[in-house]
Structure formats: C-alpha cells, structure tokens
C-alpha cells in the first residue's frame, strides 16, 4: 500500500505566502510528468524538478544567485532534501535491507553522495511498465536551515534573512503516481486530484 501525498490548506483557503509555494510544487510536479517517458533517466527528471523549484524560490527572494550553479550546488536540498520519487509494486517501496541500489540504479547510473540527491531512490533510465511516483516538495526546516546558516553552506545561494519570515510554514508535497509508456507515462487512479490551486479551494467549499 502507498499513500499519495498531497497537502490541503486546512481553513479550505491558501494564505499567499501558502499559495506561493503551493503554486510552485505543483508546477514541479507537472513538469516532471510531462518528462517522464522511455529513454530519460528518473535523476534528469529530478533535477527539472529542482531547477523549477530553484527558479521559484528564487522569484520569491528565498534564493539567489546563478540556478544552474545552486542545482549543481544541491542548494535547493535545504528545501527539498528528498528524491522526487521512487517505483512502486511489489517490494519496491522500502528495500533498505536488500539496498535500494539493486532497484532504483544500475551500472549506467550510480547513486550520487551529494546531500538531497543522494535521497533519490530512482534514478535509471525509465523503460515502459516502470511505476514511480512524482512527489516533490518545498519544507521550511527551522533546524535544517539553523544548520546551514551557522556552517554557512550556501550562503551564495539562499537568502537566510528572508526565511526567518518562514520558520512556521511547515511545507509542501504534491504527489502523483505514474506508469511509465511506450512514449510518456500515464497517471494511476481513475481522475487525478485536485492539484491547482483554484480547484483545491473549489473542493474544499
Ligand atoms: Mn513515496
């Protein structure tokens, strides 16, 4: 069983900051589905995820600097310092004791080391009949981000004085699952969920 995550603004209505961010996840998670197809490998697709992510924050004053240079960085991981997503089926969903390795990498494509990246759990190639999930997030981490500022990791990219407005925010995951075809993928589930903002408040009245 997997339960796909998606987070609701409780009072049925996002705050701006909260739709600001919202808007952004959800923007990352549908341009990961519209990459995912045969022959792309799952970590591409993350870091797409993550350059839109890092675009976002950065429109938003939250990050700075050059995006390309903050993904290579792994700047981003103070927000998001999970994979984008992992296969699901049969004995896929948590294979610590065997090693995720044998699932999600190949001789191809190796694992990386690098904080946040190296939480993603699939990174091959994708091939028709792989099931993974599309989960990405945005989290303000009080403790994370007091880690950075006093190591000073990617002072050139983060705006630490403007997050101090954000140590109450929680965070932010929109969830899709996919199945991957013969020329893109295709979502489980009969309908998706509400994923817009606009539709979320309309489902929540
Ligand atoms: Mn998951």
């Given at each position: 069983?997997?339960?796909?995550?998606?987070?609701?603004?409780?009072?049925?209505?996002?705050?701006?900051?909260?739709?600001?961010?919202?808007?952004?996840?959800?923007?990352?998670?549908?341009?990961?589905?519209?990459?995912?197809?045969?022959?792309?490998?799952?970590?591409?697709?993350?870091?797409?995820?993550?350059?839109?992510?890092?675009?976002?924050?950065?429109?938003?004053?939250?990050?700075?600097?050059?995006?390309?240079?903050?993904?290579?960085?792994?700047?981003?991981?103070l927000?998001?310092?999970?994979?984008?997503?992992?296969?699901?089926?049969?004995?896929?969903?948590?294979?610590?004791?065997?090693?995720?390795?044998?699932?999600?990498?190949?001789?191809?494509?190796?694992?990386?080391?690098?904080?946040?990246?190296?939480?993603l759990?699939?990174?091959?190639?994708?091939?028709?009949?792989?099931?993974?999930?599309?989960?990405?997030?945005?989290?303000?981490?009080?403790?994370?981000?007091?880690?950075?500022?006093?190591?000073?990791?990617n002072?050139?990219?983060?705006?630490?004085?403007?997050?101090?407005?954000?140590?109450?925010?929680?965070?932010?995951?929109?969830?899709?699952?996919?199945?991957?075809?013969?020329?893109?993928?295709?979502?489980?589930?009969?309908?998706r969920?509400?994923?817009?903002?606009?539709?979320?408040?309309?489902?929540?009245?």
């Amino acid at each position: 069983m997997h339960l796909t995550l998606r987070t609701l603004p409780c009072g049925g209505k996002f705050t701006t900051r909260q739709s600001e961010i919202y808007t952004i996840v959800s923007q990352a998670n549908n341009l990961a589905i519209s990459l995912v197809k045969p022959g792309v490998s799952y970590r591409t697709v993350h870091l797409a995820a993550i350059r839109l992510i890092t675009q976002g924050l950065k429109n938003l004053g939250l990050m700075k600097g050059d995006i390309d240079e903050a993904v290579a960085a792994g700047a981003t991981a103070l927000f998001m310092p999970h994979g984008l997503g992992h296969q699901l089926g049969m004995d896929v969903h948590d294979m610590e004791d065997l090693g995720e390795n044998f699932v999600g990498y190949d001789n191809e494509i190796t694992r990386a080391k690098q904080f946040g990246l190296a939480s993603l759990r699939m990174g091959k190639v994708l091939k028709p009949g792989h099931v993974i999930t599309v989960e990405p997030g945005c989290y303000f981490i009080p403790a994370l981000i007091d880690k950075w500022k006093r190591e000073g990791t990617n002072t050139s990219f983060i705006n630490f004085d403007k997050l101090q407005d954000y140590y109450n925010f929680g965070g932010i995951r929109l969830e899709d699952d996919v199945a991957v075809t013969q020329t893109g993928c295709r979502l489980l589930g009969s309908e998706r969920l509400p994923i817009t903002v606009e539709d979320v408040q309309r489902e929540m009245k």
